[in-house]
Every structure is written in structure tokens, then in C-alpha cells.
């Protein structure tokens, strides 16, 4: 089983920028699609972006797309969340994980790192 450790969150003001982190452990990280989700407050926690085993293809909800890029290392086992013109919206928990189909997680979860998006 992977561990997964997020890490590159804080406190940015609307429309700054920030790069999140996720390094894991493990032999497996590099045959695995990987995503970034996130849990913001009363809220279920959501699929925002994905990117292919070998990086080839991404993917990203609408409400991110154009702002965030998600790129990876295999090298590093890391895969990394870009995240520009951040909005109030983007504060939440953020967590990697690996994925399947349209978003389900396949392993157990991180400790997230928290972003947090001030006026």
C-alpha cells in the first residue's frame, strides 16, 4: 500500500499562486493514473484534476481548468498541483491519491495540506 504526503499549502490571497506536492511511497506510484481531489468545509470532497501513469494525458474539472496544472515526476514519485489565479472557491483540503474511471480513489488517504484562499 502507498503512503501518500502532501505537502506546499497556506494561506495566498485571491488570485495568487501556489504549488502543492505529493510524494509516495511505495513501487507502484509510477503504473498509477494519479489525481489531486479536494474537501472544502460541509462539503463532500471532489476529483479536481488527474494526470495519466506516464503523464501523457491530464484531466480537470471545469471549475479549475485553465488555472491549475497537475505534472508529475516518476523519477521522484511525486506529482505536483500547480495552482494559478487561485479563487475563495479553491480553499479546501487537498489530497493526491491514485484513481480509476472518472475519479475513484484506489488508496487509503494522506493527511491533505490546507489551502486557504483570503479576500
Known amino acids: 500500500q502507498e503512503q501518500l504526503v502532501e505537502s506546499g499549502g497556506g494561506l495566498v490571497q485571491a488570485g495568487g499562486s501556489l504549488r502543492l506536492s505529493c510524494a509516495a511511497s511505495g513501487r507502484t506510484f509510477s503504473n498509477a493514473n494519479m489525481g489531486w481531489f479536494r474537501q472544502a468545509p460541509g462539503k463532500e470532497r471532489e476529483f479536481v484534476a488527474g494526470?495519466?501513469?506516464?503523464?501523457?494525458?491530464?484531466y480537470y474539472v471545469d471549475s479549475v481548468k485553465g488555472r491549475f496544472t497537475i505534472s508529475r515526476d516518476n523519477a521522484k514519485n511525486t506529482v505536483y498541483l500547480q495552482m494559478t489565479s487561485l479563487k475563495l472557491e479553491d480553499t479546501a483540503v487537498y489530497y493526491c491519491?491514485?484513481?480509476?474511471?472518472?475519479?475513484?480513489?484506489?488508496w487509503g488517504w494522506g493527511q491533505g495540506t490546507q489551502v486557504t484562499v483570503s479576500s
Open positions: 494526470i495519466s501513469w506516464r503523464g501523457a494525458l491530464t
Open positions: 491519491n491514485a484513481y480509476y474511471g472518472s475519479g475513484r480513489s484506489l
